[in-house]
């Protein structure tokens, strides 16, 4: 079903785009500050200093063939956007560097057609860089005229202000075939947390026997555990609704994107045909193939336009990036602190698991985003308990557990 959007969160939208720094807070984007680059013997490497760590992604495009990176919550120096280097490498022909959004840098590597054999994106601290190395495959006219490893650059100088120059950094740690994680390799720490309560505004999400509205409890939930997050006073905490105010699934990590969130948990209470069926499930963002979650997805989907197909396509690149790790991470640590808070106050219900889902709103996030249903509005105990007062402080006090012990697990709790 088609959402409108409500006037006064065009507005505020609109105001974030028009002055992304207005307001007290400073600029979350990190500056990218130079682009070095040069060909070594066995590859061609891209040096981006950049003033703090920032996620990225990249993926390969066809016609030209081209490889991009995107780097989140990051600017370019003034004079680097719109940028280009013409290279003569075996593997590289182009390179360009631009703000592709205002808190998007994108570079693009134009490939030698056919040339490249395998790609390495790192990074390295001290001071910090963004490495890729694009290895060409071994050709009798590839490999003929290397030049030798002590040359100096063999790039041209490119067409804007920086001067290219020779990287002599060391190899890059190799990652685990599962993938690495950048938040606990580079210690990096939570400070802003968005929390999202499901539905709003003309979608109810589920309904109780006795018409008792997801959407209002995810708000409740919601508000008291931004109250807990709060007392820490090492965190800023936003909720992506402040009201029952409908709410397209895209702008709630949108919202998490501008606001430079490093955690993003959506609130939800699951209903079930079984009416026996109690407890918790959490999500990261995957695919699943049990139809009881893909069921799950649908429902919780249903207010988005977008189709499976399109999901697929964007799902396929995320699981490459390491938000996938923090977010499967993420969701065990606040499902069993949730699931153990309960029991231990309440009495047994079931382990429903951790798991993987194809939830539209957990897409695009640029930080660690699971989606929780804490508990069953069509089971008739729980769903008397979330009338009450204690079990949502408790539900709450679960979630809020489990953050503070995400949080302490990359160190910086
Ligand atoms: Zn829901």
């Known amino acids: 079903m088609l959402k409108r959007l409500q006037p006064v969160w065009c507005l505020i939208s609109l105001l974030i785009l028009l002055f992304p720094s207005a307001g007290q807070q400073p600029d979350p984007r990190a500056e990218v500050l130079s682009l070095r680059y040069h060909q070594h013997p066995e590859f061609f490497r891209i040096v981006l200093e950049i003033e703090k760590i920032r996620e990225f992604y990249s993926a390969e ?29 075996p593997g ?29 994106i790192y990074y390295l601290k001290n001071p910090n860089r963004l490495v890729v190395d694009v290895y060409a495959r071994p050709g009798p006219e590839k490999s003929a005229p290397r030049p030798p490893a002590s040359s100096s650059s063999s790039g041209s100088r490119p067409s804007g202000s920086e001067t290219a120059a020779r990287d002599s950094s060391p190899q890059p740690p190799s990652p685990s075939a599962s993938g690495y994680s950048l938040v606990r390799q580079l210690g990096l720490g939570v400070k802003r947390i968005v929390l999202d309560p499901g539905h709003g505004g003309t979608d109810p999400g589920c309904i109780s026997p ?3 509205k997801e959407k209002d409890v995810a708000l409740d939930l919601a508000r008291r555990l931004k109250t807990m997050l709060e007392t820490q006073g090492k965190f800023e905490v936003f909720l992506t609704r402040e009201t029952d105010l409908s709410l397209p699934l895209e702008k709630r990590t949108a919202f998490a994107n501008q606001k430079g969130a490093d955690l993003f948990i959506s609130i939800h209470l699951n209903a079930s045909p079984r009416k026996n069926r109690t407890g918790v499930e959490t999500f990261y963002l ?19 336009t977008k189709n499976i197909r399109e999901m697929k396509l964007i799902v396929d690149k995320i699981i490459k990036n390491s938000k996938y790790e923090e977010s499967r991470d993420l969701a065990e640590k606040i499902h069993s602190s949730l699931l153990q808070h309960l ?36 089971n008739a105990k729980e769903e008397a308990a979330l009338k009450t007062e204690t079990y949502r402080e408790a539900v709450a006090a679960g979630l809020f557990r489990g953050i503070m012990e995400y949080v302490k697990s990359l160190g910086k709790g």
């Open 343 to 378: 029991k231990h106050n309440f009495g047994p219900r079931d382990d429903l698991g951790v798991k993987g889902g194809p939830f539209w709103v957990l897409i695009g996030s640029e930080m660690p985003a699971v989606l929780v249903e804490a508990s069953h509005l069509s």
């Open 92 to 120: 590289v022909k182009i390179m360009r560097l631009a703000q592709k959004n205002p808190s998007t840098v994108r570079l693009t590597i134009e490939l030698v057609p056919g040339a490249k054999q395998s790609e390495k």
């Open 61 to 89: 495009l066809k016609d030209p063939e081209r490889l991009y990176l995107d780097i989140f919550q990051a600017r370019l120096k003034s004079g680097l956007h719109g940028t280009s280097y013409q290279i003569n490498s």
């Open 210 to 212: 006795s018409g008792l």
């Open 286 to 304: 995957n695919f699943s193939p049990d139809p009881a979650v893909n069921e799950l997805a649908a429902r919780e989907n249903a207010s988005s």
